[in-house]
């Protein structure tokens, strides 16, 4: 099944065409990713290891769950939608805004950071994307991220969404 994307422009407006997963985005266009950040009580965040048959990152861990919004939907709709595809986790983020977006060179990249009681043994794993999820430590992630095994986020990115796991914005207490 052939997936397509919204276009959108430099000031995150939508334009009125699409693109096709895997086709190039033509200069100036962007599309949207999201990925969801679960944490637990104690502070953990939910990390999953990426299917091995990825095109991008196979093998590696990375953060619960993330990937593109497609035709039609809203960043929210997508994190619902790929949440409860990778990791079989309903959530509704209808009256969410993502805590952080981050610009990269073909799209924005929304991040929605939450804290849900989960049990790893009751995750239903989606079968070509995720092969296994556990709870980490930040120092976990950041021993995982050293040696190679995560998905090669900054040192510095991983700090802050443990950081910004409480609260939104930038200023303590806010």
Not at 84 to 109: K, V
Not at 115 to 122: C, I, N
Not at 146 to 160: A, G
Request: with cysteine.
């Amino acid at each position: 099944m052939e997936e397509f994307f919204d276009i959108y422009n430099r000031d995150r407006l939508k334009q009125p065409r699409q693109v096709r997963r895997g086709d190039p985005l033509p200069p100036g266009d962007l599309h949207m990713v999201i990925h969801v950040c679960i944490f637990n009580e104690r502070g953990e965040l939910l990390i999953q290891q990426r299917h091995k048959t990825k095109n991008s990152w196979a093998n590696l861990y990375d953060v619960s769950c993330g990937g593109a919004a497609l035709v039609g939907e809203t960043s929210q709709q997508a994190a619902e939608r790929e949440l409860y595809e990778e990791l079989g986790i309903m959530y509704d983020f209808s009256e969410m805004r993502p805590q952080l977006t981050m610009n990269f060179t073909r799209g924005f990249d929304d991040y929605y950071i939450i804290e849900l009681p989960v049990d790893v043994h009751t995750l239903q794993l989606q079968e070509d994307e995720v092969q296994e999820a556990h709870f980490a430590t930040k120092e976990e992630v950041l021993q995982l991220l050293r040696t190679e095994q995560f998905v090669p986020y900054f040192e510095s990115f991983i700090h802050l969404l443990f950081e910004a796991k409480t609260a939104y914005g930038s200023v303590k207490n806010q």
